[in-house]
């Protein structure tokens, strides 16, 4: 979702009327919850040349999807006729981040956002580059200016919380995925991550409640299965554990962790040939940094077959 303030119209009746219709449809796409701060260049700029960058900024969002290097071309060339304008900032920083061209991606947002165009999307954008660099803090910042702007993205909302949660400040990051519910109570992640959250505060129970309420959102949700099974078996519960396994593999056959969830509850159930099979598909699969657990998982299919 993107935004986009209403653009001034032009007194000239044709051009007004293109000038309208770009912006209307510019609206239907979703664009109008943002915010441009005027300044003394854009206040200026001739009401023909404010046509002609919107005819830009609009081939440049209808060639993003297929053609991104024109795309970038017709973001250009707007800035060539407004230098500051931030929505063609923006989306040029959009394309510079799908290619995996952080940096400039960073340097854009950050000029769209000083050029005085505000819209969360920017600021979302601006936080997953700080996380993949490291910047905490950073990232964080720049979710709590996007729920500023927008406190009904229950997105932003829930990645602040996963990003509080990697803080270790437990209090935040339930603030934040329970403003995520608020404004929007038929998603699943926000409460799986409440459950995560409960479950590291030592709240089983409060736990297992977050997670059957993600399964009731969302009964296929792989992950919610798994951490439910999780629990059942540290509780020793291994029935309720291998129900919760299968059902996560129901979802995600090739589910390393609830393969080998399940290979454990089975042994726990006296179901040796049923965790052989298992443990081997674990082996078989798993990711190369489960080290540890694949020696371990070889070690039970050795135990296993003698």
Do not use: C
């Not at 854009?42 to 046509?51: G, L, N, Q």
């Amino acid at each position: 979702m993107t935004s986009l303030d209403a653009a001034d119209r032009s007194k000239d009746g044709a051009r007004a009327a293109a000038t309208s219709e770009s912006v209307e449809r510019l609206r239907s796409l979703g664009y109008a919850s943002g915010s441009t701060t005027p300044t003394p260049a854009t206040r200026a700029i001739d009401p023909k040349d404010r046509v002609a960058v919107w005819a830009e900024i609009e081939d440049g969002i209808d060639l993003t999807a297929r053609d991104p290097a024109s795309a970038g071309q017709k973001f250009a060339r707007a800035l060539q006729l407004q230098p500051d304008n931030g929505l063609a900032m923006k989306y040029l920083a959009d394309l510079q981040f799908r290619a995996g061209r952080l940096r400039e991606a960073r340097e854009q947002y950050r000029r769209a956002i000083a050029a005085g165009f505000r819209h969360p999307d920017a600021y979302v954008n601006l936080a997953s580059i700080a996380e993949r660099e490291g910047h905490l803090d950073e990232a964080r910042e720049a979710l709590t200016n996007a729920v500023g702007l927008a406190a009904s993205d229950a997105d932003a909302w829930n990645r602040l919380g996963l990003l509080e949660a990697r803080h270790g400040d437990v209090d935040a990051a339930r603030r934040a995925f329970a403003q995520a519910i608020a404004v929007a109570g038929d998603r699943p992640e926000p409460y799986y991550n409440l459950g995560l959250i409960e479950r590291r505060a030592g709240n089983e129970t409060a736990a297992q409640t977050r997670l059957h309420e993600a399964l009731t959102r969302n009964p296929k949700y792989a992950e919610a299965h798994y951490e439910l099974g999780t629990g059942y078996l540290l509780a020793r519960q291994p029935e309720r554990a291998l129900e919760a396994y299968r059902a996560a593999l129901a979802s995600r056959p090739d589910y390393s962790e609830a393969l080998f969830g399940a290979a454990r509850a089975e042994l726990d159930l006296g179901k040796t040939d049923d965790a052989r099979r298992d443990y081997e598909r674990f082996v078989q699969g798993a990711p190369k940094e489960y080290r540890r657990q694949i020696a371990a998982a070889k070690e039970a299919i050795r135990r296993l077959r003698n």
